[in-house]
């Protein structure tokens, strides 16, 4: 059973720095794609960044490029979301996600696996 544990998250003044993490484990194949979602209240679930072999590194969310840093470290089997610069319209649940296969998409509905969130909280 796959199993994507995120951490990380909390409460920071706009500005500021937070780094997600999160561990995976279970049957995830090699080269699967992964991915980090926000959803922030009474809004839609939206892509925040990608990552596989197959299609690279994607930041879904355009003005998030060069604040957000998507990385991921395959012997530890841990993905990581590096946040600069952090404003308060970042406050959301932020997801961590993976699909079968190596493309990488920005909709929820075709990502299988899912963490249960990690709350990032931007005060100014």
């Known amino acids: 059973q796959v199993q994507l544990v995120e951490s990380g998250g909390g409460s920071v003044q706009s500005g500021g720095s937070l780094r997600l993490s999160c561990a995976a484990s279970?049957?995830?194949?090699?080269?699967?794609?992964m991915a980090w979602f926000r959803q922030a209240p009474g809004k839609e679930r939206e892509a925040v960044a990608s990552?596989?072999?197959?299609?690279?590194?994607?930041y879904h969310v355009v003005a998030e490029k060069g604040r957000f840093t998507i990385s991921q470290d395959n012997a530890k089997n841990t993905l990581y979301l590096q946040m600069n610069s952090l404003k308060t319209e970042d406050t959301a649940t932020y997801y961590c996600?993976?699909?079968?296969?190596?493309?990488?998409?920005?909709?929820?509905?075709?990502?299988?696996?899912w963490g249960q969130g990690t709350q990032v909280s931007v005060s100014s």
């Open positions: 996600a993976a699909r079968d296969g190596g493309l990488c998409y920005s909709g929820a509905r075709l990502y299988k696996y």
């Open positions: 990552i596989s072999p197959t299609d690279g590194i994607t």
């Open positions: 279970g049957p995830i194949a090699a080269g699967s794609c």
